[in-house]
């Protein structure tokens, strides 16, 4: 498993924008596909978007599409999530989340990743 940070968050009003990092520890990250999740107050974790290993690949829940952008720098071990367009509906902690089978793909489910970071809060003001 790798160790998984996220920062990036914080409030900012209607239409404005957001970039999430997900910074991961050790040395075979690059081997991961990563998501973004997130999960508002007693609401499901719900997919928002996920990578695969390479970062030539991506899949994206149709809330966000068009608006969310994810990739990633294997060199430096960080996955991001830059968001535009931002609606109070998508207020939330956001979480990323790294998964080593690499035979899956799309992964969108939340029991099929194994490394979790702790999150970082999202608030979009109306």
């Known amino acids: 498993q790798v160790q998984l940070v996220e920062s990036g968050g914080g409030l900012v009003q209607t239409g404005g924008s957001l970039r999430l990092s997900c910074a991961a520890s050790?040395?075979?990250?690059?081997?991961?596909?990563v998501g973004w999740f997130r999960q508002a107050p007693e609401k499901e974790r719900e997919f928002v978007a996920v990578?695969?290993?390479?970062?030539?690949?991506?899949e994206y829940a149709d809330s966000v599409r068009g608006r969310f952008t994810i990739s990633r720098n294997n060199a430096i071990n960080t996955v991001y999530l830059q968001m535009n367009s931002l609606k109070p509906e998508d207020t939330a902690r956001y979480y990323c989340?790294?998964?080593?089978?690499?035979?899956?793909?799309?992964?969108?489910?939340?029991?099929?990743?194994?490394?979790w970071g702790q999150g970082t809060q999202v608030t979009v003001s109306s």
């Open positions: 989340a790294a998964d080593q089978d690499l035979t899956r793909w799309p992964v969108r489910a939340v029991p099929d990743f194994e490394s």
């Open positions: 050790g040395r075979t990250f690059r081997f991961y596909n």
């Open positions: 990578i695969n290993w390479s970062g030539g690949v991506t």
